[in-house]
């Protein structure tokens, strides 16, 4: 494939960058050869052009396609490089939140520094027994794997988990071990997985520290091997540890912290027991408080104290031993405080009063002043002398601190060696799995040895890595059969020689600490002298000659030689040693003993070797330590299968979820991972199996292509597609290609994929389009055809409308015609009629006219008159005044002639004065009238005047009036009509006003009393109002009342399931637990049984004995479930008797009151009674002679069978004749004896009939003639005779009758009138109780009705909703008080029912009793066979559905019924259910005699063998399934026969009969219950065993659709069932359920018990489905989704069609379809979130976020989830108060209840088959 191909346009390539390492782009046109530069756009937009050198043309990488981006397996991905697996870890670790990924055979762990729900419990199991290639990568799936390979393999194996310091190695080896002490259990021991888990929380105390970069930081590496017997159950650890970081104890740097214990130990410095330690704050001690960091944000040392102890004494290190640690590091705590003070230069001191010295000494045992002393002085010896030197005070604090550290590191060892001694184990070990857990590669500023130790082991490791993986290689090519070259891979040899060869850097080190004045200088110089041109691997620092350089395969190291010597001597003051070895403390005496122990050891070999050695040359260094132990743990690993886990710290701030490019790259070389990457690359990374090929790229070839043989098919497709056969290989199995041939195959698909859309689209469009267009075409037509119709309809239409208008014309127009004639006519004649009424009118009017205008002369020429006359009077007036006044001028003046006479005047006038004054007054009066007058005058003169001219103006309007009223005279008639009409209207409204004043008076009057009713109404509403508000609320209250009980209800209902889940579980548990306890005891009494036959019995003997012994338990064992099962009833006898008697005391008492009052009852009605037998002896008459008959016939009957029984009886003692009887114990003697014993049952029957007939007639003839003469002198006194049994009264018998008959029919009579009597009286008392009440009804319904009146007429006053609240509320009381009534008369029937049942069972008793003493009377003997053959007639035996049985036959009818049972024979052939009649049956009889014993023995012995079948034949699903139906068969059948209220409500007659009579067995019904609740969980696990291996291969993995929907690429790790010829079809699984369901039906098993089975069964599939589905990242598609969704419907009709819809099961799948529904759903944008959010109710929001994280296109046309979308979701979800779990619980086991169901089969009817072998049972 050329490169131009690949470099095309749009193609991605990754470009190195400073800051991201890695960058991606996208080319923006082809690539050509020979061109020198790449047009390239980053993601940012950025174009830039990427130089290429021609002469070297190095291309940057290629990018994946999109779909392989995130896969599971890096090896996966078309292209193998460094860019492609940063980003896939980088996809997967920020987007999809998944911290595990598989590189090949190495799993990557990447730290999150956070808390994930990955490693619950349901985990563990979801993990357990599945591929490593079909889960989701996981530390689980890693241990899984070592865990089945140990298995299958018997191969020892190891994880090796590696890392850097924070990346999780220790929490990754810690879920390895759990995951191993979950899957297995112990053997032999007890709690070994929970000893090996309590290692980690010590280790970890002792062992880890905080550091810089961790908080959790192992500061040792360690190797546990976890040993497995054979039977794969852990029986114990051994462990071991490497280079503990022993400075630490006395130097931590900034921000660090010591070990945990020791702040652990101050934390818990105030317990009672740690006060002698005199310990406080971690802040008071030196070796604690130099890191100024004493505090780990989230952890609490006390709390973590507890645990350590804890763990402690869970590995049996008792409290002692405990203190004795303890006061150890108090000492080292103290010894760090210890001030040195300094005298001089060489010399110092400690002062005798040093606090923390004394402190240590008392802690220590030792006494203080030596060790003072040699705290400050060494010893020196030489040859010849010995003498003490002090040191300086910097040599005495390195010796102070020597001296901690010595301690510390020798208890370390002793706590190890006491962990390995708690976990080692005395069973035999068949394998072990090694758990790994060391640093990683380290380089610091500053590195010293315990950095050169650490990066020199794991260059060993890669080394073992890069062999393995190359082995791995190679065996898959020649296992495949393919011709490979060597694959050239970094060899780190050189390095490790470098390191460990002879005059490498350790040999000279130690060399050099042998030298008396050896120095770091000197052995760096040794150093650059040997190495320094000789190594490629060695270099110098430029600027020191105190340091060297390694070339190591991840990168090279600066080390500084600064301390070197001194660490690898790790040489402590022998002196101070022995002071602590004089010291009485226990435990320091045994830390130093082992090490003497050790030192022995090695002087003994070096004694052998080179005596006279010093003890000090003999002194291993700690590079010699680490390098023989680094090389026993190579020899241990190379010896077992490895498994890689790589861990890596994804940043240095510890934040979640943030990986730093430039650290993960660091650590990616530095582990070896791209190392692996590259050697995959180098050959053919991607491997695909035919099948895959074929089911990936099936698309790619043509129909005719396809052959049968797939490999063929794959090889021709390959051939033409990918013309260079270099790039890919055939194997025998499967395909090889090289690196990038994937992504060029997936980008064909695609091309392929795309060009058949663009078709089908255009297909469709094309279909689309051409169906549009005949639909037009067709709606074309349609319309025209319709549109033309519609005109030839409106033409025809047109045609008749014409005619019908001319037709209407013609008639129009002759009526318009004469209507205009008529009009014309009648105009005519109006007109005339107008014309000559105005011409009439003008003539009346104008006569009228003239007659006014007479009447107006007339009247005007009278005012002229009337003026002129006036105007003459006037005048004539005037002219009388003026002439009167001259007058009265000339009569003044003569006076006033006269006057001026006064003598004259006075004598003519004598006296007159007074009249001269008044006259003179007069005068002036006048003159002023006068006046008056003139005035007037002249104002009349004006109006005069006025009115003149209004006068003549008026005369003028008059004229003009007239001339007007002339012109309009015409006018005026019509003017008059509407007047008159006008009047008229006037009067009517007149009227109407009038009227509508009346009314609105009366209107008035209503609206006020309406107004008034209606706040009469309103008042009364508002109280009502009120009092409904009252109502209401007390109904709110009792609303929430109702509800709060229907919570508490509910509540209750959970907390009962629960508890009865729990109780199940528990009980399970605890049958568990017997079961175990049982098994033990065997074991034991086989190891007991073993030791007396033989103490040295080989293993063939062994297992024929077992056989042996095992026959013997087998047929005792019975005997002792008798014996276990009778010792506790005997025990507890006395306290059940003591409390059924004191109920039955007080149950006769309440007959006794019952029965007195009865009597009083009796008595009043025996007069009712005589009148009623008069009515029956009518009737008694016809039955007398009914009866005569039978008797007759009957007696007939009775002669034959006594002819034949005398025949029979003759025949037998006739010794003439011909034939001689046959002997005794022969067949026919056996037969005729049957007959016989027959024959004789049935003339006893034949008897009894005869003699009740006969009482019957006797009875009937007294009733008849009871009335007669002859009745009346008849008196039978029945007193008088004795009863049956005297000793006078059989004489009398024989006397009367030769059979006693008429004495049976006498007393036959006396019990008839008995019965008689009994029956009128029940009658009565039923008839009275009747009356009363229906009286009582009769009263109750008045009343009620009377009510009900009462509420109706309140109601119909009150508006609708208050009138419907009201009925309610009456109902509600009504429907209350009948509930109450009803109760009252079920408690009553129920007391009735119960006495009732006591006198049936005393009768029947009575009745059983008579019959036993008859047949003991009446049965006879036959010794002989008869010699004639005679014919007997038989009559078939009534049985009472008993079975009789001996005591002693129990254990063998439980071993034939419930041990040596086949259930599919009575499942085919029997009736369902048969072998818990039988026992019931035997159960009846058991009650019957009464006999507690052989009840209790039976039951319990029954419980006992089903448990014994059980647990031998568990795994059976028939078997369980058979006893679990026939469990509750028997639990039922004690119920329903137990005479209890409850359950005979559901009995037959007879069955009621049959109830059980002298036990009350409800003990048992709990023990059957018990029973049958451990059957069901034994059948959950039995089916559930058989449905998960297909649970997965049903439901998820198999796929109807090959080649679209097709799986990815799955890289190294390949699924197991990727044939799809292998895979299981859900058919499989409907085939497997159908199976348990006949199986059930069969059976006989409830319709219940099968329904809550069902609803398990699909709770299993949706929880191991939904399980499955959140731990695979290659089944979250869209395709997935509509898989399961389609499975999930054939599950539902399943259901449909064997009508179980209703059973809860297809509630359960509720999650699973959800899930489906997820993945199909669209998932960009908010409303879709809101969505999702709405419709994921049954699923939790962990549940939610994991299937949208998880999602991945299987087909590049998907598209991803992005993380803003997730973000969203999350958001929406935080308000669920549901759980955040994870996993379904596939463990989980609903609460199973069995209700009651009665049996309809009659127990008399039930055969008993002979192949059970049952024939010591009897039939009763």
């Avoid at 009388?880 to 001028?889: L, N």
């Avoid at 399970?1068 to 074991?1083: P, R, V």
């Avoid at 308000?1775 to 049996?1799: G, Q």
Wanted: with cysteine; net charge neutral.
């Amino acid at each position: 494939m050329a490169a131009s191909e690949l470099y095309s346009k749009n193609a991605h390539v990754w470009l190195p960058d400073a800051s991201e390492v890695w960058k991606s782009a996208e080319l923006l046109r082809d690539y050509n050869p020979g061109d020198s530069t790449l047009s390239l756009q980053l993601e940012d937009g950025t174009v830039l052009e990427h130089r290429i050198d021609p002469k070297t043309p190095n291309l940057p990488p290629l990018r994946n396609p999109n779909i392989l981006v995130g896969e599971n397996d890096l090896t996966a991905l078309s292209y193998l490089h460094e860019p492609a697996v940063l980003h896939n870890l980088k996809v997967r670790f920020i987007d999809s939140k998944l911290i595990y990924t598989y590189c090949g055979i190495v799993l990557v762990a990447i730290n999150p520094y956070e808390s994930l729900p990955i490693y619950e419990a349901d985990i563990i199991n979801a993990y357990s027994g599945q591929n490593m290639g079909d889960m989701d990568p996981h530390i689980f799936a890693v241990a899984e794997e070592a865990y089945k390979q140990m298995a299958r393999d018997q191969r020892n194996q190891s994880i090796i988990v590696s890392g850097e310091s924070g990346a999780g190695k220790t929490v990754s080896a810690k879920y390895a071990m759990r995951y191993f002490a979950t899957v297995s259990s112990s053997s032999g021991e007890t709690n070994v997985e929970e000893k090996v888990l309590a290692s980690s929380p010590i280790m970890e105390a002792f062992g880890n520290a905080k550091t810089t970069r961790n908080d959790n930081s192992s500061r040792f590496g360690k190797y546990i091997e976890i040993g497995f017997d054979k039977d794969l159950c852990i029986i114990g650890a051994n462990m071991r540890t490497y280079l503990l970081e022993k400075s630490r104890v006395v130097f931590q740097a900034c921000g660090e912290r010591n070990y945990h214990i020791f702040y652990q130990l101050c934390a818990s410095s105030h317990l009672p027991e740690f006060k002698a330690f005199k310990l406080g704050c971690a802040e008071d001690f030196c070796c604690t408080n130099q890191g100024q960091s004493p505090v780990i944000d989230g952890v609490d040392d006390a709390r973590e104290m507890c645990s350590t102890r804890r763990a402690f004494s869970l590995l049996g290190i008792d409290e002692n031993d405990q203190l004795d640690i303890y006061q150890i590091l108090s000492a080292i705590l103290h010894l760090s405080n210890v001030d040195v003070k300094e005298q001089s230069a060489d010399r110092c001191s400690i002062l005798p009063d040093n606090a923390h010295l004394m402190v240590f000494c008392e802690l220590m045992g030792v006494p203080c002043d030596e060790m003072a002393h040699w705290l400050c002085h060494k010893k020196l010896q030489t040859t010849t002398e010995t003498f003490v030197k002090p040191v300086s005070k910097v040599n005495a604090v390195h010796g102070r601190d020597a001296l901690a550290k010595h301690i510390y590191a020798r208890l370390f060892t002793w706590i190890v060696s006491s962990i390995n001694a708690a976990l080692t184990s005395t069973v035999k070990q068949r394998s072990f799995i090694g758990v790994l857990d060391i640093y990683g590669f380290e380089t610091f500023d500053v590195n010293s040895f315990e950095q050169f130790c650490i990066n020199y082991a794991n260059e060993k490791l890669q080394q073992q890595f890069n062999l393995h993986v190359f082995k791995l290689e190679q065996e898959e090519y020649m296992k495949e059969e393919i011709p490979w070259t060597l694959i050239d891979f970094h060899d780190n040899q050189p390095c490790i020689n470098l390191i460990e060869a002879k005059l490498g850097v350790l040999d000279l080190l130690d060399e050099e600490c042998k030298m008396p004045k050896g120095s770091d200088d000197t052995w760096a110089q040794k150093l650059y002298n040997t190495h320094l041109k000789q190594s490629a691997y060695f270099d110098k620092p430029r600027l020191s000659n105190k340091a060297f350089i390694i070339h190591h395969f991840a990168d090279k190291v600066e080390y500084h030689c600064v301390g070197f010597l001194e660490k690898n001597k790790d040489t402590v003051n022998e002196e101070q040693i022995n002071v602590l070895k004089k010291s009485k403390f226990d435990l320091l005496l045994k830390l130093f003993e082992d090490e003497e122990k050790n030192k022995a050891s090695t002087n003994k070999l070096s004694s052998s070797g080179r005596a006279g050695k010093a003890q000090r040359d003999t002194k291993k260094t700690v590079g010699l330590q680490f390098r023989q132990s680094l090389h026993l743990l190579m020899d241990t690993l190379n010896a077992t299968t490895p498994h890689y886990v790589r861990c890596i710290k994804p940043n240095d701030i510890k934040a979640p979820f943030t990986l730093d490019p430039l650290r993960a790259v660091q650590q990616l070389r530095a582990c070896g991972v791209l190392e692996t990457i590259r050697i995959s690359a180098a050959g053919f990374p991607s491997r695909w199996t035919y099948q895959e090929f074929f089911g990936r790229y099936r698309i790619l070839m043509k129909q005719k292509e396809v052959l049968p043989d797939r490999k063929q098919s794959c090889k021709n497709l390959l051939e033409k597609l990918i013309q260079d056969q270099q790039k890919y290989q055939f194997g025998k199995n499967k395909i090889f290609f090289r690196a990038g041939q994937v992504a060029y195959l997936e980008k064909l698909r695609s091309d392929k994929l795309r060009s058949a859309c663009v078709g089908i689209q255009k297909t469709i469009r094309c279909w689309v389009a051409r169906r549009k267009y005949l639909r037009m075409r067709e709606s074309t037509i349609i319309i025209q055809k319709h549109v033309r119709a519609h005109q030839a309809r409106s033409y025809v239409q047109f045609l008749r409308k014409t005619k019908a208008a001319i037709v209407i014309q013609s008639n129009v127009r002759m009526w318009s015609k004469k209507r205009r004639f008529l009009q014309q006519r009648s105009a005519a004649v109006t007109i005339q009629r107008v014309w000559r009424g105005r011409v009439a009118r003008k003539q009346y009017f104008k006569l009228l006219f003239e007659s006014k205008a007479l009447v107006i002369q007339k009247t005007v020429r009278g005012w002229l008159a009337k003026q002129r006359f006036r105007r003459a009077m006037e005048a004539v007036v005037l002219l009388q005044s003026c002439v009167r006044r001259m007058r009265a001028k000339k009569e003044l003046k003569k006076l006033r002639v006269e006057a001026r006479s006064v003598e004259h005047f006075k004598k003519l006038n004598v006296g007159m004065e007074n009249k001269i004054m008044q006259l003179q007054h007069k005068i002036n009066e006048q003159h002023k009238e006068n006046r008056e007058l003139t005035e007037k005058l002249s104002v009349l003169e004006k109006t005069n005047s006025t009115e003149r001219e209004k006068q003549s103006r008026e005369i003028e309007n008059l004229r003009k009036s007239e001339q007007e009223a002339r012109g309009k005279a015409e006018t005026v008639p019509s003017l008059l009509e509407q007047l008159s009409f006008l009047q008229e209207e006037l009067e009517n409204t007149r009227r109407e006003k009038e009227e509508l004043e009346v009314h609105t008076k009366t209107f008035k009057e209503e609206t006020r009393q309406t107004i008034h009713e209606l706040n009469m109404k309103n008042s009364l509403l508002n109280s009502n109002i009120e009092e409904l508000n009252q109502e209401f609320s007390i109904q709110a209250q009792q609303l929430t009342e109702i509800k709060k009980t229907l919570e508490n209800s509910k509540q209750l209902e959970k907390d009962l399931t629960e508890e009865r889940c729990r109780y199940q579980s528990l009980l399970s548990e605890h049958l568990q637990l017997e079961e175990q306890h049982k098994d033990l005891k065997e074991e034991m009494s086989v190891s007991v049984i073993s030791s007396k036959f033989s103490h040295q019995r080989t293993d063939s003997n062994y297992s024929s004995n077992s056989s042996e012994f095992s026959q013997i338990l087998s047929s005792t064992e019975d005997e002792e479930g008798f014996t276990q099962a009778e010792d506790p009833s005997e025990k507890k006898v006395d306290l059940p008797i003591l409390l059924k008697l004191q109920r039955r005391v007080k149950e006769l008492e309440e007959e006794n009151r019952s029965l007195w009052h009865q009597l009083d009852k009796k008595e009043e009605a025996q007069q009712e009674k005589a009148k009623e037998v008069e009515k029956q002896t009518t009737v008694g008459r016809t039955e007398l002679d009914v009866e005569k008959i039978k008797r007759q016939e009957l007696e007939s009957e009775n002669k034959r069978l006594k002819q034949d029984l005398s025949e029979l009886r003759k025949s037998l003692t006739n010794e003439n004749s011909d034939l001689a009887p046959p002997a005794a114990g022969s067949l026919p003697y056996n037969i005729l004896l049957d007959q016989l014993s027959s024959s004789n049952e049935e003339l006893e029957m034949r008897k009894e009939e005869v003699l009740l007939l006969r009482s019957h007639m006797v009875r009937q003839e007294a009733l008849k003639h009871r009335d007669s003469v002859l009745g009346e002198s008849v008196k039978l006194d029945l007193s008088e005779i004795h009863s049956f049994q005297d000793s006078d009264r059989s004489t009398n018998i024989h006397t009367l009758n030769e059979d006693g008959e008429l004495w049976l029919a006498y007393e036959g009579l006396k019990e008839t009138n008995r019965l008689l009597e009994a029956q009128m009286q029940e009658q009565e008392c039923l008839h009275s109780k009747k009356y009363s009440k229906l009286v009582e009804e009769m009263n109750k319904l008045k009343a009620e009705k009377e009510q009900q009146q009462k509420l109706l007429a309140q109601s119909l006053l009150l508006p609708e909703d208050a009138r419907v609240e009201a009925s309610l509320k009456h109902e509600i009381t009504r429907l209350t008080a009948e509930n109450l009534e009803r109760m009252e008369e079920q408690e009553k029937q129920d007391k009735t029912i119960r006495k009732l049942k006591k006198q049936l069972k005393l009768y029947m008793k009575k009745v059983e009793d008579l019959e036993a003493v008859a047949h003991q009377m009446n049965t006879s003997s036959v010794t002989s066979t008869p010699v004639t053959q005679v014919h007997i007639t038989r009559k078939e035996k009534e049985f009472q559905g008993m079975l009789e049985f001996k005591e002693a036959d129990a254990g063998r009818l439980l071993k034939n019924l419930v041990l040596d049972l086949k259930p599919r024979g009575v499942a085919v052939s029997f009736t369902p259910g048969l072998p818990a009649f039988i026992i019931f049956m035997c159960v009846r009889y058991a009650d019957n005699v009464n006999d507690d014993r052989r009840l209790s023995t039976l039951l319990n012995s029954t419980i006992s063998s089903i448990k014994g079948v059980i647990k031998r034949k568990g795994n059976d699903f028939e078997v369980v399934c058979f006893w679990l139906a026939n469990a509750c068969r028997l639990m039922h059948c004690l119920k329903q026969y137990s005479g209890e209220e409850a359950f005979t409500v559901h009995n037959t007659a007879k069955q009621n009969k049959q109830c059980l009579a002298n036990f009350e067995l409800c003990e048992y019904h709990q023990l059957f219950g018990d029973l049958a609740i451990q059957i069901y969980r034994q059948l959950i696990k039995s089916m559930e065993n058989i449905l998960l291996p297909l649970i997965v291969s049903c439901m998820l993995e198999h796929e109807n659709v090959q080649g679209v929907l097709g799986s990815k690429p799955t890289g190294l790790r390949k699924r197991s069932s990727s044939f799809p010829e292998d895979a299981v079809t859900v058919e499989v699984l409907l085939q497997r359920l159908s199976f348990f369901h006949t199986t059930m039906s069969q059976h006989g098993m409830d319709s219940d018990v099968i329904k809550q089975v069902v609803r398990q069964q699909f709770y299993i599939i949706c929880a191991v489905t939904l399980n499955n589905l959140l731990l695979r990242k290659d089944m979250c598609s869209w395709g997935k989704g509509l898989q399961i969704r389609y499975n999930i419907w054939q599950l539902e009709e399943w259901l449909a069609e064997r009508e179980l819809t209703d059973c809860g099961a297809k509630e359960t799948l509720e999650p699973l379809v959800q899930a489906a529904q997820l993945l199909q759903i669209k998932k960009s944008t908010e409303a879709d979130a809101q969505a999702i959010c709405s419709m994921c109710s049954s699923l939790t929001s962990a549940q939610i976020v994991k299937i949208l994280t998880l999602y991945t296109p299987v087909i590049e046309f998907e598209e991803r989830v992005s993380n803003s979308f997730i973000t969203t979701i999350k958001n929406i979800l935080k308000v669920r108060d549901k759980s955040s779990s994870l996993m379904m619980d596939a463990k989980k086991i609903f609460s199973v209840t069995f209700p009651f169901s009665p049996s309809p089969v009659p127990l008399e009817s039930i055969q008993i088959p002979t192949s059970l072998n049952l024939g010591f049972l009897i039939r009763v």
